[in-house]
């Protein structure tokens, strides 16, 4: 035999032939994710398959890391790559590029894990949300430092309140760095500490253009933010992640900004009220409470206090002996009186007559026998006497 190949030298040949047949590289496959592990070193591995067969596939590091969305097993996908051969064991699997789920955009899924993940952990829960303060010295804005919605949050703020400080964080809202700018953004203001309610913003867009505000990231940093935060992405009918985990979220970054600054004329003419109510208080009242103050202010209980106290002293010292003759002349009183009773009781006790040579007879149920026919002839009872008792058995009967 002339000619012979190795191995290796067939597998690299077939992968050869494979990444250079047109039909098997850059294309895209449909099918249902099983069997999907992702490694440690944050490569994937899994296989799409249909009712007529499967296909192994791997993805790696770079490549998920640029997925918008999590892939689960029985989750279908179009998936985009190219055909080859791991020559070390011979066998092809498919390299993907990308992929994205199919019928349902990508970025949907996404919002839908991130929120439900989100959700468990209580990140919105309401529980979590900070007051937003009643008249804030300073507001910091979260956006962009060009376009109309930082113009409109400065134009709404200065005519509600002119005197009101604001300071501008500017940031991307939009792009891969987006999310990265508005977690550094909402750091710094902490770190400042002069902003007393932050307002984050952004002007209206597709999903994928609102999508920092979505971010694991940024929703993460909204909720662990000391400083209250006005959520103002997008329009009235737009919902961002970052909405749920402010502390209040405002349809437009306008409203945001309405929500943020009371407005100074209502604050003056509230002022001028209370006022004009308390002008309105005759002046006979007042001069009377500040007699009856006068007269508090220089009685003896501010003029001599000590005084009061040492006499009240005395006071209680006499009392006090008092308390404790009353007590013992009604104790000794009681002692009297008991002893008293306690000799009349003694004199009426019906055995102290026994000591006098007297006797009681008692049947054997205990019964006092006082005339003859409580008992019956040859029947048995007891003789009481002082010392003692015996028993004595009726003989003869003489009335």
Not at 154 to 173: A, D, E, G, H, S
Request: contains cysteine.
């Amino acid at each position: 035999m002339d000619k012979y190949f190795t191995v290796s030298q067939i597998n690299s040949y077939i992968k050869t032939l494979l990444q250079n047949d047109r039909n098997l590289t850059n294309i895209w496959i449909v099918g249902e994710i099983s069997n999907y592990k992702l490694h440690t070193t944050g490569h994937s591995y899994f296989t799409l398959k249909d009712p007529e067969g499967l296909i192994r596939c791997v993805m790696f590091r770079s490549r998920n890391l640029r997925l918008k969305f999590q892939p689960e097993n029985g989750m279908k996908v179009l998936a985009y790559g190219s055909v080859s051969v791991y020559e070390r064991d011979g066998s092809y699997q498919f390299y993907v590029d990308t992929m994205e789920p199919f019928g349902l955009g990508a970025l949907h899924i996404a919002y839908e894990q991130l929120k439900e993940k989100l959700q468990k952990e209580g990140l919105f829960d309401s529980e979590r949300k900070k007051k937003i303060p009643f008249l804030p010295s300073c507001i910091g804005v979260v956006t962009s430092k060009s376009g109309s919605v930082i113009k409109d949050i400065m134009n709404v703020t200065y005519r509600r309140f002119p005197t009101m400080k604001i300071v501008l964080f500017p940031v991307q809202v939009q792009g891969e760095m987006a999310s990265y700018q508005v977690e550094n953004a909402l750091k710094l203001a902490e770190r400042l500490g002069i902003c007393d309610v932050l307002i984050v913003a952004r002007g209206g867009g597709s999903m994928e253009e609102l999508w920092a505000f979505n971010e694991e990231r940024t929703v993460r940093a909204i909720s662990e933010c000391s400083i209250p935060v006005i959520s103002a992405v997008g329009h009235e009918t737009d919902f961002t992640l970052s909405d749920f985990a402010a502390d209040l979220r405002a349809p437009t970054p306008s409203a945001a900004a309405e929500l943020a600054v009371p407005e100074l004329r209502h604050l003056k003419y509230t002022l001028e009220t209370y006022f004009n109510k308390i002008q309105d208080i005759p002046l006979g009242n007042i001069l009377l409470k500040r007699k009856e103050l006068d007269r508090v202010k220089h009685s003896a209980v501010f003029r001599r206090p000590l005084d009061i106290i040492q006499r009240e002293n005395m006071n209680l010292g006499v009392m006090a002996d008092k308390l404790n003759s009353l007590f013992s002349y009604g104790f000794e009183m009681k002692k009297q009186r008991f002893n008293s009773l306690n000799d009349v009781l003694y004199q009426l006790d019906p055995y102290k007559i026994l000591e006098r040579g007297y006797s009681v007879a008692r049947k054997k149920d205990g019964k006092v026998i006082d005339s003859v026919s409580d008992i019956s002839e040859g029947e048995v009872f007891e003789i009481h006497v002082k010392d003692g008792s015996f028993d004595a058995r009726r003989e003869n009967n003489n009335e």
